[in-house]
């Protein structure tokens, strides 16, 4: 069964760190981009970061040089290791696989909640 | 940045109606990178629509997407109970979603 599946989530202090993981298995993980994707109790879905087979990564503006992505193929398992935690990255996050072809995201886990409060 | 506006906010309809449901573009999008997602509470979004119109894997036939430019819509012929849930839209080539449509129970 191709799966995704997030850990590492909790609360957190603003100005603190996280690092989530998220395990991938049923697929060949190498072959494919990864992404994280957020969303706020009530709120809509918000693109975090993305990374490419070839290790290439990408971030919006609101998470750019606080929040890092990498992936270890060896271990089929992709990060989120986030810095400078703000009450405004209190959140659902998900990680999802990008299509092979087209790149829209197929497969999603469940998700992990963090919270930034003090 | 290409911005995504879904209208309406929220449709409220009885099960066994037709549901369309829009996306604009601020900009045009090319069609191989607008997808819809389907998502209820408590659950992670699941793909329904990539590529604008191509049904993704056991996706019932009752959904289907349309649309390029900058205007795209998902159409649902026939709600089913199990339909009613938020749905967004997604431009992937920057990754941005819409900020969704609710169809509820009328």
């Known amino acids: 069964e191709v799966q995704l599946v997030e850990s590492g989530g909790g609360l957190v202090q603003p100005g603190g760190s996280l690092r989530l993981s998220c395990a991938a298995s049923g697929f060949t993980f190498s072959s494919y981009d990864m992404h994280w994707v957020r969303q706020a109790t009530g709120k809509g879905l918000e693109w975090v970061s993305a990374?490419?087979?070839?290790?290439?990564?990408y971030y919006p503006g609101s998470v750019k040089g606080r929040f890092t992505i990498s992936r270890e193929n060896a271990k089929n398992s992709l990060y989120l290791q986030m810095n400078s935690l703000r009450a405004g990255d209190t959140a659902v996050y998900y990680c999802?696989?990008?299509?092979?072809?087209?790149?829209?995201?197929?497969?999603w886990g469940q998700g992990t909640m963090v919270t930034v409060s003090s | 940045e290409i911005v995504l506006t879904q209208s309406p906010g929220t449709l409220s309809l009885s099960p066994g109606e037709r549901a369309t449901l829009s996306c604009r573009a601020s900009q045009s999008v090319s069609s191989s990178y607008l997808a819809w997602y389907q998502q209820k509470p408590g659950q992670a979004p699941r793909l329904l629509i990539y590529?604008?119109?191509s049904r993704a894997t056991g996706i019932p036939d009752r959904f289907s997407g349309s649309g390029s430019g900058t205007d795209f819509t998902l159409t649902i012929s026939r709600l089913e109970p199990e339909d009613f849930a938020v749905y967004y839209c997604q431009q992937y080539g920057s990754f941005t979603f819409g900020p969704g449509t609710k169809v509820d129970i009328k």
């Open positions: 590529g604008a119109s």
């Open positions: 999802a696989r990008g299509q092979v072809v087209l790149g829209a995201f197929d497969i």
């Open positions: 990374i490419g087979t070839a290790g290439d990564t």
